[in-house]
């Protein structure tokens, strides 16, 4: 089943583009749609694991109204900070879990991924902020 | 008020809102701010904007659902993994460490 989740993943994908681009669900069109899906060449995968895709893509759908909450709360803002923070890799050897990974950090307008550290186990992300307000006067500025 | 106006009201405020964040988001592009301070604007603007205009289309035609529901996907999709190449292509270029092929090669 493990092994087989990647080519149902893809082919069902593809079939569902297909039927929203041609908006047709007769039988000889859904026909050509799987045709198609399965003659289309694939990357190969390693057999994905259930739990983390659906983690996955779990958290990808949350950050869509995620990402409209922060858009909101950058509009308000007045006072921004950038900032580069790390965020932990799911898997990197499974190219699917990665592209969630940065889609869901670059969907949300506070951050957009940049690529991975040096150590491969992190993102580097720049992070844009309302600047958080901190109790300390300001540091003296240099003339 | 029936069905067809609250749906006409929403769509209107769809719309709107998609054009306000859509200017938002573009204004920045015309000052002097950071590369990537930009393109987080443009993320609201191009993605969460263009999202909302696409769901106000969705109740003023609801019959061409399919085409729009797949543009929806593109665009999320597209502009976000787009504004991720962006952004990594303006960085400096780095080399993994354990990746590269020759290690006496000298760093240019």
Redesign the interface.
């Known amino acids: 089943m493990r092994r087989l989740l990647p080519l149902l993943l893809s082919t069902s994908f593809r079939l569902l583009?297909w039927?929203?681009?041609t908006?047709d669900l007769s039988r000889l069109n859904l026909l050509i749609g799987v045709a198609v899906a399965l003659a289309l060449p694939r990357a190969r995968s390693r057999p994905l694991p259930l739990r983390e895709l659906l983690r996955a893509l779990w958290l990808s759908l949350v950050a869509?109204p995620r990402?409209?909450g922060e858009?909101l709360r950058?509009?308000v803002a007045s006072d921004?900070e950038?900032r580069m923070v790390r965020e932990p890799v799911t898997d990197r050897t499974i190219p699917l879990l990665m592209f969630l990974d940065?889609?869901r950090i670059?969907?949300?307008?506070?951050t957009?991924?940049?690529?991975?550290e040096?150590?491969?186990q992190h993102y580097r992300v720049?992070a844009?902020l309302p600047r958080r307000q901190t109790l300390r006067p300001p540091a003296e500025e240099t003339p | 008020m029936g069905l067809a106006a609250i749906s006409e009201t929403a769509s209107l405020l769809l719309l709107g809102i998609g054009l306000v964040f859509w200017f938002w988001g573009t204004w920045p592009l015309l000052e002097t701010s950071s590369y990537a301070r930009k393109l987080h604007a443009l993320s609201v603007a191009d993605t969460l904007g263009s999202a909302l205009m696409l769901l106000g289309l969705l109740l003023r035609i609801p019959r061409q659902w399919p085409l729009l529901t797949l543009g929806l996907l593109a665009l999320m999709l597209w502009n976000t993994i787009f504004g991720y190449v962006l952004a990594t292509c303006s960085q400096p270029r780095r080399r993994p460490t354990g990746l590269s092929r020759n290690p006496q090669e000298e760093p240019r």
């Open positions: 583009l039927c929203l681009l908006a869509v990402a409209y858009a950058l509009m921004l950038e940065v889609f670059t969907l949300t307008p506070f957009i991924a940049l690529g991975l040096p150590d491969g720049h844009l």
